[in-house]
């Protein structure tokens, strides 16, 4: 079965049997205590994702795989013009699901084969009702570290995970202990606070729920935290020790696309919504969309305080037929200030009509008369 594995191309395959997860108690209060915030399917899910034996009953053993997306890129290699933002290396390249369920789908057609077309099989890549860090460790792929995701001794943690339910009676792996030890470089490295503890995660305050799965408005206190993320964050990833060993992805389709590593934001504020399909089709950006992904580009473009900028805000403020997207611009304008952006901020308050997006531009004015206000106040001081 793990030789099948490997034929398709996974770099990591571990056998469990399909039981509860072994840290069902764990998922049960995380819930409770509201850490999934807006993902809703994973309530809704619970009961299924808690005891799959239930919905697949015919399932017998769990195939999990990994498959390497890792690409020896850093902020420090990406270009030096422009306002620069922050895309997470897994959605650099193509779809990782349809990757994943193409290999696990071939998976499938060559145990079938060997076995007999009578098997009964069912793949699912993070789209379905499974706790796939569980299965995985439980098939001793890797442990779940401090930071939440899945790690190899030897490879890391830069991997997209996926599971093969078989109806086959198999042999399976043991689990890996945890080596995190003593380490919390992850914790210490959230810029947002988000490892509220050792392996707990509160999504609410994370940098790839606040870019990926909220919808709506990005809370004010928690924007100036995002830095330069526009799509996802990789920090707890990139402080692992783990991972200084961790190899190139072998997959060419997870390298990156023309401009999906460290992009230049300001361009970003004029895609249209069919350019915007055009540029990021098949990728996981999509997610997204274009209201959400514009929405991060205004919260980066304001935490990096560039004058530059002021104009392509200006005309997203004005212009954008997004109100998610003009209070976000507006937003940006009150962080960077100056008089340009402060008479900006005061016409577009006269010509807008949506009350959300309003009070984005009185609480943007009022910033930006208390910076002007500093301001001259360190001005007076300098002149005595």
């Known amino acids: 079965m793990k030789d099948l594995a490997r034929q398709v191309g996974f770099d990591l395959v571990g056998i469990s049997p399909v039981v509860p997860p072994p840290h069902s108690a764990s998922f049960s209060e995380w819930l409770r205590q509201g850490f999934a915030g807006e993902m809703a399917y994973l309530e809704r899910g619970a009961k299924k994702r808690l005891h799959p034996g239930d919905f697949l009953p015919w399932a017998k053993s769990i195939v999990s795989v990994a498959l390497n997306y890792y690409v020896p890129l850093h902020r420090e290699d990406g270009p030096k013009d422009g306002q620069r933002g922050w895309i997470s290396r897994y959605a650099w390249g193509d779809d990782y699901h349809e990757i994943l369920e193409a290999r696990l789908a071939e998976l499938l057609a060559k145990i ?3 076995m007999g ?18 299965f995985s460790s ?18 890391g943690s830069w991997f997209f995970l996926g599971e093969l339910f078989l109806s086959l009676e198999l042999e399976s792996d043991r689990s890996i202990r945890d080596r995190c030890g003593e380490c919390d470089l992850c914790i210490q490295a959230c810029p947002t606070g988000a490892l509220v503890g050792p392996y707990l995660l509160d999504s609410r305050r994370c940098i790839s729920y606040l870019t990926i799965e909220i919808k709506g408005s990005m809370p004010r206190e928690m924007r100036p935290l995002t830095g330069d993320h526009i799509f996802g964050c990789d920090i707890c990833q990139d402080v692992c020790p783990y991972n200084k060993k961790a ?15 460290s992009p230049d934001l300001i361009p970003l504020l004029s895609l249209t919504d069919e350019e915007f399909r055009h540029r990021f089709k098949k990728s996981p950006i999509r997610r997204a969309k274009r209201r959400g992904l514009l929405r991060n580009v205004a919260v980066a473009l304001g935490n990096l305080r560039s004058e530059e ?14 109100p ?6 507006a937003w940006a304008l009150g962080q960077i200030g100056g008089k340009a952006a402060h008479e900006e901020l005061e016409r577009a308050l006269a010509n807008e009509r949506d009350a959300e997006v309003q009070e984005e531009i009185r609480l943007a004015l009022d910033l930006s008369n208390q910076l002007s206000a500093v301001s001259g106040k360190q001005g007076e001081i300098s002149s005595q």
């Open 112 to 114: 079938r084969a060997e």
């Open 117 to 134: 077309e009578s098997v009964e099989g069912r793949a699912y890549v993070d789209t379905g009702p499974v706790l796939e860090r569980e």
């Open 138 to 155: 439980l098939a001793g792929v890797g442990w779940i570290g401090k930071n939440t995701t899945l790690i190899h001794p030897r490879r």
């Open 247 to 261: 190899k190139p992805a072998s997959e060419e389709g997870f390298w990156p696309r023309e401009g999906h590593y």
């Open 309 to 322: 900028a002021v104009p392509a805000l200006t005309r997203a403020l004005g212009e954008d037929p997004e």
């Open 324 to 329: 998610l997207v003009r209070g976000h611009a």
